[in-house]
């Protein structure tokens, strides 16, 4: 019996999925000899590809550019395999081979779990629960990386992806930061990286999904800064010119670059011609970049940085930032430009704004963006939602958890009627503070099950496209949760587990689940620590002077198991190190990688938790020079410079009490 694959439509994603559905076809059943793929519009046999209009099917959603809808009907000879846009067509093809037992673990072939059997027949519909559902390009990953990953998100049914930054993220990673002494740098230009930009942008449009483009780098290019140039002005290299510095944000009686860094630098946003120059700017480069779907506009990074003018500051900097969105909006209109424009609710933009309102709603999506969030805790429907804390000109307080975010969101949603999504940090520094991941991953599972309750329709998440360290479930549950959101955990867990690690894999999950504890994310994120203050401050009841965010003796006794464990791990490993399929073998060895790292990391973190600075931070300094020696064998799954980025902020925070 020879397989037909039949394409209803012409459309360069609908050929990929085609290849795509043949190229595991034959993995499947590798002696069903060749699968022929042609286009035969109004077909009626075989392996049927197309929109759910070639069907004749109904569309539920609103809008079939943004809606993805699949549909799955087929036996084992064929069927069809429709969606309401032609990556929702790719989408339906990985789904019917899910529903066929195959399991796309974590990027690469490696990760691809494709059993040896005959197709049985299929039925599965399904409008996606979350319109967004994205990653961008992050952390400190190559190019080989990156495009790996885009592979692997396309299989996660996740259909956006956001290429903001990414020559910083990849300077970092072939600069090989952290890991000087184990690699030698290889250091790459501007010029390089745009070509690679340019080869991700083709790889995701071929896939049909979403292009998300964009940063905080629109001031500064408006303004006369070169993006080339930005690591310059930080090392001191290069010098402002003075027909620069009127434009720039006047910060305590100065204008000029705020911590030596154009992309940390706002500018003098109450001057109509600063304000043209970023809208024209920015519609300038829509123009010349047609692959762009949805553009990403932010003001300069970091926050308390706007400009201290007495012109500036009779509003809010969200109240500048609509007038220049409303700016953008014109001149777009006005080239018959239809691109969405994604704005950015961050740091002090988070506070809504007083007078400014935005013309066009259609034409802008907001990112809701908590990004100092505490990641101990997620959004249910009996959260109880604070009073917004109040905007103070470059000194307002950063929220210490979500409800405090959620609450200036709401203020938000008073005043723009629109579509919003969430931009979350999972996958940035707050990952690494639970090595075992059993608790990150219930977070990210309860984070975007919260998404609906908060109002948002989708999210993006903003972090390291290497987090496979110990394994990728967290990464699985995130895309299977934004596309069923009534998906269950626990099912969702077991399934991936079984995959991954065979008949044993209770071993692992046990073995996780108490790496997890014993480090227990709430004390890596700084909340569980003891203020030990004087005598005097005792008796007087004064708050000690000493940030104490990592002392707490009694957890050194909790992180003592963790030697024990790794022990175990170990002797597991040793009776699972050639499995049955190769996503189980890389699995099982992974985990001989991570009990060292946490064995190691667990003797750091206990003489943090005892007030042993110095020491830990001598332990932690040998860490990085031993275990930076395993990042060739390790950066497809673990990055090593997001870790010790994150991992600093906990070892190195200092000060606290020496013993």
Known sequence: MMLQIKKLRADHTVDFAAEELKKYLRMMMPDIGEISISYELGAVNGFRLGLLEDFSLLFEGEDAALDDVIHVDTVEDGGILAGSNPRSVLFAVYRFLKQNGCRFLFPG????YIPRKKIAATKYHKLADHRFRGHTTEGDPSLEQ???YIDYHAKQEL????VFGVYSYHRRYYLHRYNEANRTPEPVELSLVE??????EAELTKRGLM????GHEWIQRAVGFEEADRFLYK??????TQGIIPYLALLKGKRGLNHSDPNLTNVCMSRADVREKIAATVAEYIQRNSHVSHLFFALADGNH?????DECKKLRPSDYLVMILNEIDEMLTRKKLDTKILFCAYVDCMFAPVRERLNNPDRFIMMYTPIARSYTSSITEETVIPEPKPFIYNGWEVPKNTEEYLAQFKEWQKVFPGSCMGYEYHYWLHQYRDPGMMQMSRRIYEDTYSLKIMGLDGCMEDGSNKSFFPNGFHSYIYGETLMNRDCDYDEMLADFYYHSYGEDWKQVKNYLERISKAFDHKYMCGEMGEN?????EEKTGAEPKATRSFYRPSHAKDLAEVKELAAQAREMVGKHMAMPTRPQTVSWRLLLRHAEYCERLAEIIAEKSLGHNRYAQELYAAFLLDFGKYDVELERYFDFGVAASSLDKVVKKMPAIEL
């Open 532 to 536: 030990v203050g004087t005598d005097k």
């Open 159 to 162: 259909n956006t992806y956001g």
């Open 305 to 309: 940085n706007y400009c201290e003018c």
């Open 235 to 240: 090392e001191g290299k290069k010098k402002v």
């Open 146 to 148: 990156v495009l790996s």
């Open 109 to 112: 072939v490696d990760g691809e």
């Open 195 to 200: 070509q690679w930009k340019a080869l991700c």
């Open 211 to 214: 292009v998300q483009d964009g």
